[in-house]
């Protein structure tokens, strides 16, 4: 069974930093691109950031670039969101999701909230 | 960046009845799109990809359709789980973009 574990939400202040986890298990973590995503309170989803299977390549919303970093470890089945230079505006719950074989989202977890405010 | 536009934001329906919902592309993304059902406090779960293609386990009541620039999701007989938010997502290889939500609500 597939399983995405997300951790490290928190309230943190504005210009404060965050590390998020997903804890990946179920499938071959090494072989699939993964995601992060986020939805605000009462609003809707918003894709954040996508790393390749061997994090060669990485790809960012417009909204988090230069602020955000996405990283793997392959050897712990691990997925990581660094997040910088936090706002407001990036309060949300944030998703792990991993990308199928057609490069949509085939699962998910439940995600963990971040909370930017002074 | 390819913007994508849901219609509509909000559609009240009752049980039995025929439902579309519609997703247009600021350019043609092809047939990559997929669409969602997110239910409140749950995280999104997939029905539809490439456009048409139904995710294993979905009711066949869910469908879709359209390439280039407008896609349609259509419930073909509304049943009581299916009230919930809808979401079309376009991909490629470098992003991955939502519309913003269709919320079906009890009539």
């Known amino acids: 069974e597939v399983q995405l574990v997300e951790s490290g939400g928190v309230v943190v202040q504005p210009g404060g930093s965050v590390r998020l986890s997903c804890a990946a298990s179920?499938?071959?973590?090494?072989?699939?691109?993964m995601h992060w995503v986020r939805q605000a309170p009462g609003k809707g989803l918003e894709w954040v950031s996508l790393i390749t299977w061997d994090g060669g390549s990485t790809y960012y919303a417009d909204s988090v670039k230069g602020r955000f970093t996405i990283s793997r470890d392959n050897s712990k089945n691990s997925l990581y969101l660094e997040m910088d230079s936090l706002r407001t505006e990036d309060t949300a719950l944030y998703y792990c999701?991993?990308?199928?074989?057609?490069?949509?989202?085939?699962?998910w977890g439940k995600g963990t909230p971040v909370t930017v405010s002074a | 960046d390819i913007q994508m536009t849901q219609s509509p934001s909000t559609l009240s329906a009752s049980v039995g009845d025929r439902v579309t919902i519609t997703c247009r592309a600021s350019?043609?993304?092809?047939?990559?799109l997929a669409w969602y059902q997110q239910k409140p406090g749950k995280a999104p779960k997939v029905l539809i990809y490439?456009?048409?293609s139904l995710e294993s386990g979905v009711p066949s009541r869910f469908s879709g359709s359209g390439s280039g620039t407008e896609f349609t999701l259509t419930i073909s007989s509304l049943q009581p789980d299916d009230f919930a938010t809808y979401y079309c997502q376009h991909y490629n290889t470098y992003s991955r973009t939502f519309g913003q939500g269709t919320k079906v609500e009890i009539k």
């Open positions: 490439r456009a048409s």
């Open positions: 350019q043609s993304i092809s047939r990559w």
């Open positions: 179920g499938f071959p973590f090494e072989n699939n691109i």
């Open positions: 999701a991993k990308d199928s074989n057609e490069y949509y989202f085939d699962y």
